[in-house]
């Protein structure tokens, strides 16, 4: 089986597809576009113009970062999902709140002013100190196996750590647990290798070129 990903090399939606390919270490092809240039077959393939896309053996295309997890999942071992269905019904709804996570994190990254900051950062915290109680004890989110809860969280993580470091963030740096997590994920090989050397500093000029208030002294 061909399977290529197409992706941008700052959407956190694609990471999340590139971390299962990585863990289930099988090869693929990574094809950046320029989000801000559509191309225009990126059109044809994907109905809601977004990325990620799974191209599989040169063919059908997937869409959705969920929907290509889960497609992998079902067809490359290990399996990273629970067969117990009402557990896995659990992770994906975990991943659906990771993705509205991912969203206030994006919303917080390029507020410009105070108000819209304001409002943004309020909303990740809310969840993520949710995510915070939830928490188990275990090195990942069902204990000691990495799931697809794990990949699709890594990436918010990961930001979250880099933005801290750009402005400390104290309501992130409370946050032990989730803190915990993170380090134990950022040393995954898959995790720490599903984006290049120069991540942060890219994510700094993808900032910096929107004006975003996380760049200005606290
Ligand atoms: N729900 C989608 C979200 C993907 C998404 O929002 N991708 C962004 C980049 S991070 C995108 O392609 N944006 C282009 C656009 O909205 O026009 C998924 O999980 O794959």
Redesign the pocket.
Known sequence: MSLELI??P?????Q??VITLLHKQVSFTLTHID?AH?PEWLLAL?P?????CLKIDGGTVL??????NEYLDETIAPALHPTDPLERAQHRAWIAFG?EI??DQ?QMMVAQGDERFTAASRQLFEKLERLERIRGTGAFFAGESFSLVDAALAPLFMRMEILHALRPLPRWESLDKLRRWTARLMELPEVAGSVTADFPNHLHHYLSDRGSLLLRSA
Not at 10 to 14: A, I, K
Not at 63 to 68: A, G, L, N, T, Y
Request: aromatic letters at 14%.
């Open positions: 992706g941008f700052l959407c956190p939606y694609v999340r597809s989000l559509k994907s809601m113009g977004k990325v990620p869409f959705e970062s969920q929907v290509i993705s991912l969203g994006f």
